[in-house]
């Protein structure tokens, strides 16, 4: 994997431990601190800290209509806005120097809940239907990086899906530098085949049919289209019966070399997958295995193999 100061990733500081929420504590996650963040550089940001302030402070709510509520504090009813609106726009316009790969928000937050943040409506009732205002815009500035919020990260297969997602685009935005873009795109179908087959073979042959017509189509296009084809597929999940098709996909290139009992063993290791009595990890360690014994090139160059560190065990699950 390449230096951790290449990928880039926004995160709410309270999630590193920072005490900077309104009551002065944090919400230190250790994995996205101790774990994940060996393999990345963190871009912190607090956007009530950063927009002014200070700590502690009075709490925030968001009021009215869901789709543009209002930063409210709830004490002394003042209304904030259009500050952090200013702010966040200000904030989001220097975050395209970071080149970020994707953000992590607190979920819950008036600034920086993803989803299902809670809107007092004209009653004082609350409904969960909201999304923070630096989170919202954000989104809106940058639509197509992956973004999740901490606590989804604790399911292990939202988990896996968020990190495939960062490395994915990190991936892609080094193509964006390369001298010759149309052989780098093809390049890159190839590469990454199996792992966007993996998530969704519909988007794959979308993407499989635009690269083929890439020469008649201009760069810029192109390049806009197949982005988000890319990143539309890595947010769907990869399934058991996904991987299982890509895994036997895999073995028919194997046809040829192995023997009866191996070939049985590997049939064995998949199916004990797609009846989850195994982890993915497993046949995937198998036919890396083979990758390397029968110096298979093409799967050798396949991402679906190694698609991001191996010591996040993001495969180990069941």
């Not at 901490?150 to 939202?158: F, N, T, W």
């Not at 990143?231 to 895994?247: C, D, G, I, W």
């Amino acid at each position: 994997m390449e230096n951790k100061d290449n990928v880039r990733l926004g995160i709410s500081t309270c999630l590193l431990g920072e005490p900077v929420r309104y009551n002065g504590g944090h919400e230190l996650d250790h994995f996205l601190r101790d774990t994940l963040g060996k393999y990345l550089k963190y871009v912190p940001v607090c956007p009530e800290v950063e927009s002014g302030f200070g700590v502690p402070r009075e709490a925030f709510r968001l009021v009215g209509q869901p789709e543009r509520p209002r930063l409210i504090t709830i004490n002394t009813k003042q209304d904030f806005t259009e500050r952090m609106e200013r702010w966040a726009r200000r904030r989001v316009a220097e975050l395209e120097r970071e080149g970020l790969c994707g953000f992590i928000f607190k979920s819950g937050s008036p600034s920086s809940g993803m989803e299902r943040v809670k809107v007092y409506d004209e009653k004082d009732r609350p409904a969960k239907v909201g999304a923070g205002i630096f989170a919202r815009i954000f989104r809106e500035h940058f639509p197509l990086v992956p973004v999740e919020e901490e606590v989804r990260l604790h399911d292990p297969v939202l988990r896996e899906n968020f990190i495939e997602r960062i490395f994915t685009w990190r991936r892609w935005g080094r193509l964006r530098r390369e001298t010759k873009p149309l052989q780098a795109i093809v390049d890159f179908q190839r590469r990454n085949k199996l792992l966007i087959m993996s998530h969704s073979p519909k988007h794959l042959r979308e993407m499989g049919r635009l690269v083929a017509a890439a020469k008649g189509i201009p760069l810029e296009n192109l390049i806009s289209r197949y982005e988000r084809f890319l990143m539309e597929a890595m947010k769907l999940k990869a399934t058991p019966r996904k991987n299982t098709a890509v895994l036997m996909h895999m073995l028919g290139y194997f046809k040829k070399d192995l023997d009866p009992s191996e070939k049985q063993e590997l049939l064995e290791i998949i199916d004990g997958y797609r009846r989850e009595l195994i982890p993915l990890i497993v046949p995937v360690t198998l036919i890396s295995h083979y990758v390397r014994k029968y110096n298979q090139s093409y799967l050798k160059d396949q991402t679906y193999l190694n698609p991001h560190p191996l010591e996040l065990q993001l495969r180990n699950h069941v």
